[in-house]
């Protein structure tokens, strides 16, 4: 059963998303909310077991946007997955919404059947869906930093924890895997994870790897 929360400031959108997804089986959805804050809160009073394990959420809604909410639960609810469902395209919301710690980005205008593949996709494979619009934005963004990869110089100050946890990450690993294999929590590789973009001059884990993959330095870490 994978559990879900649904975040939305419209109660239409919200009510109507619940009783098609709670439709199916194999979901559970715990519970909705109107903004950031209200999820917080619901999320704060809930035991740890008894958490969603993805939340469908927007992004432009009053007392807290969907960014925010992401940016401060990805950092506390480690084991939940953030999907932005939202009207925006434009390239700073889907820069900053994957910045924030979300792991796919969906349109409202998808099909909820597209919804309900893309929340299994998440939860069984470890996806990273994203719209069709949205994957093409987010290539033009990706080659778009090319240049700035490209200026990268071949050697680095990263400790030798860095070194190994932007290994995990080349080889496809993410933050609990990585923290699994190395016996440290999900919230010290984001801590590594955010000294080695500072160091490297870097915003995503795409171009983290790319600068890693371009100066061949993932086998010398082996």
């Known amino acids: 059963?994978?559990?879900?929360?649904?975040v939305d400031d419209q109660q239409p959108n919200r009510v109507s998303l619940s009783e098609k997804i709670s439709f199916m089986k194999e979901f559970d959805v715990l519970f909705l909310a109107s903004n950031g804050q209200e999820f917080l809160d619901k999320m704060h009073v809930r035991k740890k077991d008894d958490r969603p394990d993805l939340v469908l959420m927007d992004i432009d809604m009053p007392v807290m946007n969907g960014i925010e909410?992401?940016?401060?639960?990805?950092e506390i609810y480690s084991q939940t997955k953030f999907l932005m469902l939202t009207v925006f395209d434009d390239d700073d919301k889907i820069f900053d919404a994957i910045k924030a710690g979300a792991?796919?980005?969906?349109?409202?205008?998808?099909?909820?059947?597209t919804i309900i593949e893309a929340i299994k996709e998440t939860i069984e494979s470890g996806g990273a869906p994203m719209s069709?619009?949205?994957?093409?934005?987010?290539?033009?963004?990706?080659?778009?930093?090319?240049?700035?990869?490209?200026?990268q110089p071949e050697e680095t100050n990263l400790t030798d924890r860095e070194k190994e946890i932007l290994k995990h990450l080349v080889d496809g690993y993410d933050y609990k895997s990585a923290g699994e294999k190395l016996f440290i929590s999900p919230n010290t590789v984001r801590t590594h994870i955010?000294?080695?973009?500072?160091?490297?001059?870097?915003c995503n884990k795409a171009q983290a790897i790319k600068v890693a993959t371009k100066n061949k330095w993932f086998m010398s870490f082996l």
């Open 194 to 202: 955010s000294n080695i973009y500072q160091k490297l001059h870097v």
């Open 1 to 6: 059963m994978i559990r879900i929360a649904i």
């Open 132 to 151: 069709p619009r949205i994957a093409r934005k987010a290539l033009n963004l990706l080659m778009q930093s090319e240049i700035q990869i490209k200026q």
């Open 103 to 113: 792991i796919g980005y969906l349109l409202k205008d998808e099909k909820v059947e």
């Open 69 to 74: 909410a992401v940016k401060y639960s990805s």
